[in-house]
């Protein structure tokens, strides 16, 4: 056994596993625009699916739900760095599509929430829809810009070659 007196060093303590600490959001994600998006998402779909489910108009409570877990799904992919990892699936133009769809989904439900029924959690779910709504929207411009950038990148890249080879097979001597 090994006492304070040996000469012996102690050895140091035993790293934890890597286990479930891969699966956990990395603090630089987690505090970034993206993550901060992802997860304003998340939870404004879950409060709106809580709402649904409490309210009479439980028909409409799939669509948060399905937008609740694709919002998990990409933080996850995102905050774990698969979206680097599965390079055959264009991340950006997803998340756009995601976005997108659920913007105007939560619009169409919530001003039918709103207007149709009359109970307090149907309207609840149509406000906090029109403020994921807008957080969406939101994220679909931001990732827009990003897409809008790199296509803009791309396009200046191939310009002068264009040029330059047009010029050479034009005989305007």
Same mark, same amino acid.
């Given at each position: 056994?090994?006492?304070?007196?040996?000469?012996?060093?102690?050895? %140091?303590?035993?790293?934890? %596993?890597?286990?479930?600490?891969? #699966? #956990?959001?990395?603090?630089?994600?987690?505090?970034?625009? $993206?993550?901060? *998006?992802? *997860?304003?998402?998340?939870?404004?779909?879950?409060?709106?699916?809580?709402?649904?489910?409490?309210?009479?108009?439980?028909?409409?409570?799939?669509?948060? #739900? @399905?937008?609740?877990?694709?919002?998990?799904?990409?933080?996850?992919?995102?905050?774990?760095?698969?979206?680097?990892?599965?390079?055959?699936?264009?991340? %950006? @133009?997803?998340?756009?599509?995601?976005?997108?769809?659920?913007? /105007?989904?939560?619009?169409?439900?919530?001003?039918?929430?709103?207007? $149709?029924?009359?109970?307090?959690?149907? $309207?609840?779910?149509?406000?906090?829809?029109?403020?994921?709504?807008?957080?969406?929207? #939101?994220?679909?411009?931001? /990732?827009?810009?990003? @897409?809008? $950038?790199? @296509?803009?990148?791309?396009?200046?890249?191939?310009?002068?070659?264009?040029?330059?080879?047009?010029?050479?097979?034009?005989?305007?001597?």
């Amino acid at each position: 056994m090994w006492s304070p007196g040996d000469s012996e060093q102690s050895p %140091p303590p035993a790293a934890p %596993p890597p286990g479930l600490r891969s #699966l #956990l959001a990395s603090r630089d994600f987690v505090c970034s625009r $993206k993550g901060r *998006l992802l *997860l304003g998402e998340s939870g404004l779909s879950f409060i709106i699916f809580i709402c649904y489910i409490a309210s009479n108009a439980a028909a409409f409570m799939t669509a948060p #739900l @399905l937008a609740f877990l694709l919002a998990l799904c990409y933080f996850f992919a995102y905050s774990t760095k698969l979206n680097e990892k599965f390079r055959g699936i264009y991340w %950006p @133009l997803m998340d756009f599509l995601r976005c997108v769809t659920a913007a /105007i989904i939560y619009f169409a439900i919530s001003i039918t929430a709103v207007s $149709k029924y009359t109970d307090g959690a149907s $309207k609840a779910a149509g406000v906090f829809g029109f403020v994921a709504t807008i957080v969406y929207a #939101l994220d679909f411009y931001i /990732i827009f810009n990003d @897409l809008a $950038k790199f @296509l803009k990148q791309g396009d200046a890249n191939n310009d002068p070659e264009v040029h330059k080879s047009e010029d050479e097979d034009s005989d305007s001597d």
